[in-house]
T-cell receptor, first 117, second 112 residues
Framework: KAGVTQTPRYLIKTRGQQVTLSCSPI?????VSWYQQTPGQGLQFLFE???????NKGNFPGRFSGRQFSNSRSEMNVSTLELGDSALYLC????????????????FGPGTRLTVL | TQLLEQSPQFLSIQEGENLTVYCNSS?????LQWYRQEPGEGPVLLVT?????EVKKLKRLTFQFGDARKDSSLHITAAQPGDTGLYLC????????????FGTGTRLKVLA
């Protein structure tokens, strides 16, 4: 069974540009979560999608947005990039992603390393 | 804001030594997970504990969930260079939907 895949693996952009990152979850997984990882702030939750709907959202500005398609693939978009957006962006998929009585396991992809110059 | 503090932040030890990493919070978690992350890769789940006081063993790794479900520890016996990596704890919070709060991380280096 293929794992979570993320594309691209590396990306260099300049301030003010926008970027779209892609995540393909494990087959059969319907929940996709996005995280930002930086040396200073650690791993922080961006948002979670389930069945094409955003179900959970972290404390990030509106420049960060996402969507999920009917095949569960997800994209994350960051508009008007800032230097501080340089980070490793991780995607994680799980079967159900957190129904109230579930302790669903998250499987992470390798991440997309975004550098903003 | 829920926070998970890990200690120590950095640890450099010799092969064969034992070590313990701590994960502490003032919040009560429904579950606690430990991950290991290697450079250039995403975190890989090591274990999930869900019951207060629960102890789980995975070869040389022993995980414990605190009785009050606010803290956890990871103990490694006879560390090996292959144990080198970033160790992350993540607390599961159930508030409507399920959300994971990640710890600040412990970077472990085991020297041969």
């Amino acid at each position: 069974k293929a794992g979570v895949t993320q594309t691209p693996r590396y990306l260099i952009k300049t301030r003010g540009q926008q970027v779209t990152l892609s995540c393909s979850p494990i087959s059969g997984h319907r929940s996709v979560s996005w995280y930002q990882q930086t040396p200073g702030q650690g791993l922080q939750f961006l948002f979670e999608y389930f069945s094409e709907t955003q179900r959970n959202k972290g404390n990030f500005p509106g420049r960060f947005s996402g969507r999920q398609f009917s095949n569960s693939r997800s994209e994350m978009n960051v508009s008007t990039l800032e230097l501080g957006d340089s980070a490793l962006y991780l995607c994680a998929s799980s079967l159900t992603g957190g129904l109230p009585k579930s302790t669903d396991t998250q499987y992470f992809g390798p991440g997309t390393r975004l550098t903003v110059l | 804001t829920q926070l998970l503090e890990q200690s120590p932040q950095f640890l450099s030890i010799q092969e064969g030594e034992n070590l313990t990493v701590y994960c502490n919070s003032s919040s009560v978690f429904s579950s606690l997970q430990w991950y290991r992350q290697e450079p250039g890769e995403g975190p890989v789940l090591l274990v999930t504990v869900v019951t207060g006081g629960e102890v789980k063993k995975l070869k040389r790794l022993t995980f414990q969930f605190g009785d009050a479900r606010k803290d956890s520890s990871l103990h490694i016996t006879a560390a090996q260079p292959g144990d080198t990596g970033l160790y992350l704890c993540a607390g599961g919070l159930r508030s409507g939907t399920y959300k994971y709060i990640f710890g600040t991380g412990t970077r472990l280096k085991v020297l041969a």
